[in-house]
């Protein structure tokens, strides 16, 4: 277990993706791979207003109303923590205010809850200036209504802004970051966040830590992008170096017996300032192997191994 930043968000070091919960995995199995989840040990969802509006058929509000339909249904309360995000939902979009306000309270209603333990502005909104949204954030604080603050997909000098606003004004700070990180996506976060991230003690939850299913394996030739509905988010990895890399992925898996998908969220789980990556699954079957990441003990040499072969990659 691990804490979030300066939270007394105590979690799991695996972080489940809720995008997955109503989209590629139906209310039942959505059920089944929260209940799994659960029993090995989880305790953190990261979901989102907007999933899964993407999706041909959805609206968005699917994966928080899921998650709040599991929770009700087994009776759960804080041993599951939930963070979900605002600023995407096709009715709320942006930052605004009134918007934050609205959106958090339809989020509650979803998840039927009376708070949300950690709330992501979902990404950076040009067009609000950035001390409304920050007090429209530290309001939902003031009210109970939302624990804690995290930022996603705000570039580093903007977080540094929000930071500095709450300091100026007394609001309530951020305490974490969600910035897309993974093998073959590192530059933008190693370059730009973690310096920010040690200077606040941001706790950081990284994002498609599986490169959206690039990292599991599954995707050796163009012709494997084309089945399946995440084919199209994957193959923006798809290269000769991104393939070295699955390559020796392979090899460590094949030494310490696990999973390629283990291997990669085991890196990254050891990676500066991260406290838990997130990482979803569609089917139960997938689960297992990102829980063993939790558990896996790479070599200093391994590790080596995998940050000097990734290095170049998007540099
Ligand atoms: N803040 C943001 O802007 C932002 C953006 C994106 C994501 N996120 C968050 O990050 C989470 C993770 O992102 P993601 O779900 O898009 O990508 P991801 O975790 O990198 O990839 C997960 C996908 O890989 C496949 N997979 C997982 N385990 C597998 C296994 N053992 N074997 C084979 N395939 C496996 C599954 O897809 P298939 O079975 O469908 O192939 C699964 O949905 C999301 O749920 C969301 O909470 C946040």
């Known amino acids: 277990m691990a804490t979030i930043g300066n939270s007394e968000l105590d979690i ?15 209310e039942a199995t959505s059920f089944a791979i929260l209940d799994a989840f659960m029993a090995a040990g989880g305790n953190f969802v990261d979901s989102a207003d907007s999933y899964s509006a993407f999706a041909p058929g959805n609206s968005g509000g699917e994966s928080e109303t899921v998650l709040g339909n599991w929770k009700a249904s087994r009776g759960i309360g804080d041993e599951m923590l939930v963070a979900t995000k605002v600023g995407h939902h096709p009715e709320f979009t942006g930052l605004s205010p009134q918007n934050v306000a609205a959106a958090a309270d339809a989020s509650l209603k979803r998840l039927q809850s009376d708070h949300i333990d950690l709330y992501f502005a979902h990404s950076d909104d040009p067009e609000t200036p950035l001390d409304e949204t920050a007090a429209a954030f530290d309001a ?32 309530a700070r951020p305490v974490s970051l969600q910035p897309h990180y993974n093998l073959v996506h590192r530059a933008e976060y190693e370059r730009g966040y973690a310096p920010l991230v040690a200077e606040h003690n941001l706790g950081v939850l990284p994002y498609y830590g599986l490169a959206a ?22 193959s923006q990895y798809f290269s000769d170096s991104g393939l070295a890399v699955v390559d020796a992925l392979a090899e460590l898996a094949t030494i310490h017996a696990v999973e ?46 995998l940050t000097s072969l990734s290095n170049t990659i998007d540099a």
Do not use: C
């Open 213 to 234: 299913g690039f990292l599991t394996g599954k995707y050796r030739t163009s012709a494997d992008f084309e089945a399946g509905i995440r084919g199209r988010m994957a």
């Open 140 to 171: 939902l604080v003031r009210s109970g209504k939302v624990r804690y603050i995290g930022l996603s997909n705000y570039s580093p000098g903007r977080v540094a802004e929000w930071l500095a606003i709450a300091d100026e004004n007394g609001f």
């Open 12 to 26: 799991f070091p695996l972080a489940l993706g809720g995008n997955t919960l109503g989209w590629t995995a139906d």
């Open 260 to 305: 390629i998908p283990t291997v990669a969220l085991g890196w990254l789980l050891h990676r500066p300032g991260v406290v838990a990556p997130i990482a979803s699954v569609s089917r139960i079957e997938q689960l297992p192997a990102l829980l063993d990441s939790t558990r896996l003990v790479l070599s200093d040499l391994e590790t080596d191994r």
